[in-house]
């Protein structure tokens, strides 16, 4: 087994979505976690600009014939620190494949700008390793992915057979759905949150605010975006670019061009 697969994620290093993402990717060859030492979700592609960060070793355990070997870091920063701290200081090799995930929690249309487990797979992307980000909508502390096994091998099976463009990455919801529809290729879904903020009284006065609120899609009845798919059973796979440029509205544009 030759391939080295990194994998990190938002919920934590032990958490039990990459626990099982690590034991499917063992199929494919070494596996090496750096993940996050607690929770990060939301933490999109931010960095630790203004506190260290520090790594602790966690585990290894061998690889035999037919299972690659896996091997846990823990860090203090965010998932994208993670994703950069594994490429410039822990890895021993670049890797084939970047995975983030499996995130409790789905990140489908816009939501994937806020999720940190797509920061990983974008972060994968702009260092040119095709990366892959799986979240699924179980949310349990204790949940079981097994019934998502079947499709995450098959996207893995394809990714690595086939590659990706350079600058692309894909975003892969599983709703919780047994059994599951289907597969559909997606275009992101558009909407957005509502009543985001919910206010408190704080004992010693003033105010205090949890983030909260209700996501509203634009597109429910679009067949083609991943939130239709995504709620009606399917497995929806976005493939997304780091070329966020609007090129039809540069050429409207380009009368405010001045040069001098």
């Known amino acids: 087994m030759d391939k080295l697969i990194f994998i990190s994620n938002d919920d934590g290093y032990d ?13 494919y060859g070494d596996v090496f976690v750096v993940a996050p030492d607690g929770a990060r979700s939301g933490a999109s592609m931010s960095i630790s600009s203004y506190t260290p960060v520090r790594n602790q070793f966690i585990r290894q355990e061998e690889g035999s014939e037919k299972r690659g070997s896996l091997t846990v870091w823990a ?3 965010t998932p994208n620190d993670c994703t950069k701290m594994a490429f410039e200081k822990l890895l021993p090799r670049r890797p084939d494949l970047v ?13 994937a700008h806020y999720s940190g487990t797509m920061s ?10 095709p990366s892959i980000a799986f979240s699924s909508g179980r ?8 019934y998502m096994k079947e499709y995450v091998r098959k996207i893995l099976d394809w990714v690595l057979t086939e590659g990706l463009p350079l600058e692309v990455c894909l975003n892969v919801n599983i709703p919780d759905a047994t059994p599951l529809k289907g597969l559909k290729i997606c275009k992101m879904g558009l909407g957005d949150w509502h009543e985001e903020w919910q206010e408190r009284d704080h004992p ?3 105010k205090y605010y949890w983030i909260a609120g209700y996501y509203a899609p634009h597109d429910e009845h679009d067949k083609e975006s991943d939130t239709w798919a995504y709620e009606h059973g399917y497995v929806a796979v976005t493939p997304l670019q780091l070329d966020m440029t609007a090129y039809g509205v540069m050429e409207k544009m380009k009368g405010l061009i001045v040069e001098r």
């Not at 039990?16 to 199929?27: M, P």
């Not at 995975?99 to 939501?111: E, F, K, Q, R, S």
């Open 99 to 111: 995975l983030g995930g499996i995130n409790h929690g789905d990140n489908c249309a816009v939501n």
């Open 120 to 129: 990983i797979a974008l972060e994968g992307c702009i260092k040119h390793v």
């Open 204 to 206: 010693r006065g003033g």
């Open 139 to 146: 949310t349990a502390v204790d949940a079981d992915f097994s």
């Open 15 to 27: 958490a039990e979505g990459v626990k099982q993402l690590a034991e499917i990717a063992r199929e």
């Open 75 to 77: 860090c203090t920063g």
